[in-house]
């Protein structure tokens, strides 16, 4: 069974900090990889999606990286901002369906 | 505007009730999902369909129960049985699974269901 594991649980960090979330999986049969951003009492936003085949995907200051053979993945936040605090969550997709880390609850201090 | 539309936002249940989540998607996916979200938790699996007329349980699916008779609509009904259905319900839908590209998924907003 698919486990997905986060790192940290939570983050707090000053404005303008570049900083690394962590994501581990299990399995690595995985057809891709999605980090998504939810706000309080909010849906899931996608930010970033990495298929199986890929290493990396970038949008705006987010660089998402895959190592399907270690079972790991990278968000990369670049000059971080107070907009930015949110909880980020991994999740893989399987043959299933999407099987989701706990998330990274980030605060960014302004 | 496409998009997945989630109702109510909040839904109030007395114990022993049956109560229906509605899920519509206008994106024209297959897979469609229902999710299940406890405060400082991710998301876990309550039933998914791959297509019309087909359903699978996930991970937590005892005390729910689900249909999917139009490819846009997936909606789930919490019954009586669900000892704890206080909770942050989330639906989902992508692409056919089986396919190995463009399998991004994507959220509503959510219904937030507590029991009185």
């Known amino acids: 069974k698919q486990e997905v594991t986060q790192i940290p649980a939570a983050l707090s960090v000053p404005e303008g900090e570049n900083l690394v979330l962590n994501c581990s999986f299990t399995?690595?049969?995985?057809?891709?990889l999605q980090w998504f951003r939810q706000d309080p009492g909010k849906g899931l936003t996608s930010l970033l999606l990495?298929?199986?085949?890929?290493r990396e995907q970038t949008s705006g200051r987010l660089n998402a990286s895959l190592d399907k053979s270690s079972g790991r993945s990278t968000l990369y936040i670049a000059a971080s901002q107070p907009g930015d605090s949110a909880t980020y969550l991994c999740?893989?997709?399987?043959?299933?369906?999407?099987?989701f880390g706990s998330g990274t609850r980030l605060q960014v201090q302004p | 505007d496409g998009g997945i539309t989630q109702s109510p936002k909040y839904l109030f249940r007395k114990e022993g009730q049956n109560v229906t989540l509605s899920c519509e998607q206008n994106?024209?996916?297959?897979?469609m999902y229902w999710y299940r979200q406890d405060p400082g938790q991710g998301l876990r699996l309550i039933y998914y369909?791959?297509?019309?007329?087909?359903?699978q349980k996930g991970d937590i699916a005892e005390g729910y129960s689900v249909s999917r008779e139009k490819k846009e609509s997936f909606p789930l009904t919490v019954t009586s049985a669900q000892k704890n259905p206080t909770a942050f319900y989330l639906c989902?839908?992508?692409?056919?699974?089986?396919?190995?590209?463009?399998?991004?998924?994507?959220f509503g907003q959510g219904t937030r269901l507590t029991v009185v």
């Open positions: 994106l024209n996916h297959d897979a």
């Open positions: 990495i298929q199986s085949s890929q």
């Open positions: 369909s791959q297509i019309v007329n087909d359903f």
């Open positions: 399995d690595s049969a995985i057809y891709n």
């Open positions: 989902a839908s992508s692409a056919d699974l089986t396919r190995l590209m463009n399998t991004e998924a994507f």
């Open positions: 999740a893989v997709t399987g043959r299933r369906a999407l099987t």
